[in-house]
């Protein structure tokens, strides 16, 4: 099997079962036309996002790197009436480019789009004492992997998720002599998750239209 079999294997899937509607699709062309670097979780991750979202009951949800907008929308789509998400972005032409594609979907009032660099906005919410949220998706720069850890273990409490992107990078997470900052960043942080006693993990190889890769999960006992 290779990288080309993976692909078609995830068309298959994503046809059969995942179906992504014009809603989701819109936010990808959009995201296309304004620009945006095509490094959006795919559709059956986001559909995987959303079902985490739904099994976990989760009301409010925190996103650490918006994009386009693309995994945000998956995961309000499992929240209930009621339900918020926040996502945070440090570029102001993605953020730009998120609000107006989410602004034509059926949950656009569950989200809130944050701009800044994502320490600024966690520290803010850490120092507001806001409500603890129930799960919180890393999908932002590796290599602050373990500062955002480290900031949603003060905006989680237990039970919630955390849950976080590209821990494999098509194997590369394994050279512990790296010297890619995102590597070196992803170690720190699943070093962390490894070490922490309030936390319990594991993490999933994916293969498919990314190519190799993972999510990392644990949950705050
Ligand atoms: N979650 C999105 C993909 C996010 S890509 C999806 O799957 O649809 C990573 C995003 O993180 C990019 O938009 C990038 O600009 C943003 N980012 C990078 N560094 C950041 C930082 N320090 N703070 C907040 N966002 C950051
Ligand atoms: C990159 C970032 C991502 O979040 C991702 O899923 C794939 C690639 C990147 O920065 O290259
Ligand atoms: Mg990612």
Not at 85 to 113: C, F, M, Q, W, Y
């Amino acid at each position: 099997m290779n990288e080309h079999a993976w692909k078609d294997v995830d068309h298959y899937l994503t046809h059969l079962l995942v179906k992504p509607d014009a809603e989701l699709k819109g936010v990808l062309r959009a995201s296309e036309e304004a620009g945006l670097p095509p490094i959006e979780v795919t559709a059956a991750q986001g559909k995987l996002l959303m079902l985490l979202v739904k099994l976990s009951g989760a009301r409010r949800v925190l996103e650490i790197g918006t994009l386009g907008g693309y995994s945000s929308v998956w995961m309000a789509r499992g929240l209930p009436e009621g339900g918020t998400l926040i996502t945070l972005e440090a570029l102001p032409k993605h953020a730009e480019a998120a609000k107006s594609n989410i602004r034509h979907t059926d949950v656009a009032g569950r989200i809130e789009v944050r701009l800044g660099p994502a320490v600024e906005s966690l520290a803010l919410m850490v120092s507001e004492g806001v409500k603890a949220f129930d799960l919180v998706f890393i999908d932002a720069d590796k290599v602050n992997n373990a500062k955002y850890l480290e900031w949603s273990m003060m905006l989680t409490k237990p039970g919630s998720l955390i849950v976080c992107d590209n821990v494999v990078r098509g194997g590369h997470i394994i050279d512990e002599d790296s010297r890619d900052d995102a590597v070196v960043g992803t170690r720190a942080f699943l070093d962390e998750l490894a070490s922490d006693p309030r936390l319990e993990a594991t993490a999933i190889q994916t293969v498919g239209d990314k190519g190799w890769d993972g999510f990392a999960i644990a949950r705050v006992k």
